[in-house]
């Protein structure tokens, strides 16, 4: 068994590492006589069909059998208010050093005894979909959350006979298994915009005040990724995929950018069946340290519906969908206006078998990973030799926020933001991941590459034109002599490309390039400055500072 669920009588001690005060006030009140276990996905199906306001749309999901749904079973929807995103401020760590934990731990206390009068219901899935990663988490949540519970339950792996199988063979790590206590319908009076307690290092957290099914998915993804962390793997907010050639060598490539940035988009694209092509997963994975070989942790994807129009053939692999319209079609059947019309961020859970050549464990090593940032000052694509430029450039990962993230009112969405390896969820210093992708360039021989998806020096750039680098690169289209000196630093080179050629020469180029690394630089200072006992290592500060002075 993987993680740890029952525990001896001489476990049950104070000492015991797998528990703690906010562990224990969290798992205890999954055991209330309030709270209902959903043995199977088709259970929970049904009773998200009767939740009062979800839409039984006349879209048939396909596959139920391999999900474990009822036969004849529809696409459901369900619509929520203001609220569209992920709230990250609402986001407490315990073993935070600015947080108060006692503080913390009594609030929890008091928001789950608030909710003892509703009915709850609780399931268990599994995170991770390999025997060597594979970890047993346990969600409960009110009865009138019904349709989140089965969006979460087909999100990850259903705890059913297949899944104890792959449990039954797994990897034991030395953790307790996680639980999650989500409840929206109970405000702290303390955290009127929502209040979350994350306890990483013991594998639990409740979030009190918020829907969003994107707290939950990226809650538990947190606690997983932090697990994976302490126990020899490398946490990749990102996407996966391998190209298999008979001729040569395969190539395993990783996308690393936030929601919008063109991951999934460029994990999913197949090039008309033109390559052998394996998708692992665009948006969670693990990566082993050990063997290099990585894991999916998800079966399915968290997509937005605006992407796939109506009629796209993507929209027929949906389950439950989020913030989206519903209208009738010629026929008087209900269907979805897929386009973001009534609001922002519409979602959806898609099944896994959207991807025809889905895997969920990849044995080859990474071969080369891709930092996709929206970053003017940068060409379409740089390559980075120098492991600690590589690695600096990921915690440095430039990009802009998106609708899928509740920011504060009036938030310019085209504000250039740092965040490090793309990977706003993490648990842990971010010391900690500098280390883990710094490992993929010098003990895995990893190829580094800079993708800009948004705009260089104010010309767009098109999908179109990230794809074509992306396929060059796997076929081997791109030569070494291809790549030119991206001025005079050292292990930097770039793709000459038609009409975004690269003008080092320039002074107004030069002047935008060195203010975007001071940005970089700047925020470096400022993290070691909030952050005194965890600092980054300091060779990411003087790499940054050798390119300011040769811009200088």
């Not at 996308?255 to 948006?283: A, P, Q």
């Not at 922002?344 to 990474?366: F, L, Q």
Request: net charge negative; hydrophobic share 35%.
């Amino acid at each position: 068994m993987s993680t740890q669920e029952r525990y001896s009588h001489d476990e049950l001690r104070k000492a015991n590492k797998k528990f703690s005060r906010v562990r224990s006030t969290i798992e205890s009140a999954f055991y209330g006589n309030n709270v209902h276990e959903v043995t199977s996905v088709a259970e929970a199906y049904n009773l998200a069909k009767k939740q009062p306001g979800v839409i039984e749309t006349d879209l048939p999901i396909l596959h139920t059998k391999e999900l474990g749904l009822p036969q004849g079973a529809k696409q459901l929807v369900y619509n929520h208010g203001k609220i569209l995103g992920r709230t990250a401020s609402a986001r407490h760590f315990v073993d935070d050093p600015k947080e108060d934990p006692e503080a913390l731990a009594g609030n929890l206390r008091e928001d789950i005894y608030k909710g003892h009068d509703q009915k709850f219901l609780k399931a268990t899935v599994l995170v991770g979909l390999d025997p060597s990663f594979t970890v047993k988490a346990h969600i409960m949540m009110p009865e009138d959350q019904a349709f989140n519970l089965l969006s979460y339950i087909l999100n990850f792996h259903f705890f059913d006979e297949e899944a104890e199988k792959i449990y039954k063979k797994s990897k034991l790590y030395d953790e307790g298994d996680i639980y999650f206590y989500f409840d929206p319908n109970t405000q702290d009076e303390d955290y009127p915009k929502g209040f979350g307690v994350f306890d990483a290092p013991h594998n639990c957290a409740a979030v009190f005040g918020l829907r969003y099914f994107g707290e939950l998915k990226k809650g538990t993804l947190t606690l997983a990724w932090a697990m994976a962390h302490r126990n020899g793997y490398t946490a990749c907010h990102g996407g996966e995929k391998s190209f298999h050639f008979k001729d040569k060598d395969d190539k395993v490539f990783a996308f690393y950018g936030l929601s919008g940035s063109g991951k999934s988009t460029l994990t999913h694209e197949m090039y008309d069946g033109k390559y052998d092509i394996t998708v692992l997963h665009d948006d969670a994975f693990i990566i082993s340290r050990e063997d290099g070989s990585s894991v999916a942790l998800e079966p399915s994807y968290f997509d937005k519906t605006h992407d796939y129009p109506a009629g796209h053939h993507e929209t027929k692999y949906y389950t439950t969908i989020m913030n989206c319209a519903v209208t009738q079609d010629e026929d008087g059947k209900k269907v979805i206006v897929t386009e973001d019309l009534r609001n922002n961020n519409g979602r959806v859970i898609k099944t896994r078998y959207t991807s025809p050549h889905r895997v969920d464990y990849e044995s080859a090593p990474i071969t080369a990973l891709f930092w996709i940032m929206k970053d003017g000052s940068l060409p379409p694509i740089l390559k980075v030799d120098d492991p600690v430029l590589a690695t600096t450039m990921g915690l440095t990962l430039a990009t802009k926020r998106t609708s899928a993230e509740n920011l504060p009112k009036g938030f310019d969405m085209n504000t250039l933001v740092i965040e490090p390896f793309a990977d706003p969820f993490r648990a842990y210093p971010v010391s900690g991941d500098y280390s883990d992708f710094k490992e993929l360039f010098t003990k895995r021989g990893a190829s580094c590459y800079i993708l800009n998806t948004d705009a260089f020096m104010g010309k767009d750039i098109p999908k179109e034109v990230t794809k074509k680098l992306v396929e060059d690169l796997a076929n081997g289209s791109i030569k070494d002599s291809d790549w030119k000196p991206f001025g005079n630093f050292k292990g930097v080179s770039y793709l000459p490309i038609e009409d975004y050629e690269v003008h080092l020469d320039d002074p107004e180029y030069q002047k935008t390039l060195a203010k975007r690394m001071q940005d970089r630089l700047d925020w470096l200072n400022k993290y070691d400055e909030e952050h005194p006992t965890q600092p980054i290592q300091a060779e990411a500060k003087e790499t940054l500072e050798g390119i300011i002075k040769e811009l200088s």
